[in-house]
């Protein structure tokens, strides 16, 4: 039974300790806004949560959820964050010719200074970009080659 205590002693200490951390950086970053304010004092944020109003009127107060940290999947080794790619990023790999999704994704990786690690990441941004396109008409499926899809530019 002590080894319980012990534990609950010892996550206790813990959220005291990332609890201090976070007051640290917020007064940290309020002396920094006040420095950058040339002396100017801020007004105070409000202490309590303001009451959202839903239906007829009635104040209510959404429900503080509880957080807890994301785990990383075991083997999973977090890499550098990948650039964006926007729309004009894929049409411009697209052109004028007809490619598959695959072919797309490998000049992607390419021009985008990628290894294999990043190319599933790589593979879901354009699937679900051409899915889009596909439905504004951004893109159309021309076909299928080997099974897959080959997309041109609409128009």
Do not use: C
């Not at 959404?62 to 990383?72: E, F, G, L, Q, V």
């Amino acid at each position: 039974m002590t080894d319980h205590w012990n534990e609950l002693s010892t996550q206790i200490d813990h959220e005291i300790a990332q609890v201090e951390r976070r007051l640290d950086r917020l007064r940290q970053a309020r002396s920094a806004i006040a420095s950058l304010s040339k002396g100017k004092r801020q007004p105070a944020a409000p202490a309590t949560p303001t009451p959202r109003r839903r239906g007829k009127g009635k104040a209510t107060l959404k429900a503080a959820k509880k957080t807890r940290p994301r785990k990383t999947p075991v083997g999973h080794k977090l890499t550098r964050k990948l650039p964006t790619t926007g729309s004009a990023f894929w049409l411009g790999l697209l052109g004028n010719e007809q490619r598959t999704g695959r072919d797309i994704v490998d000049a992607a990786m390419a021009q985008l200074g990628l290894d294999d690690n990043a190319r599933d990441a790589i593979y879901s941004r354009a699937a679900n970009w051409f899915n889009g396109a596909v439905k504004k008409s951004l893109v159309v499926v021309a076909g299928q080659r080997d099974g897959v899809n080959v997309y041109q530019r609409a128009g």
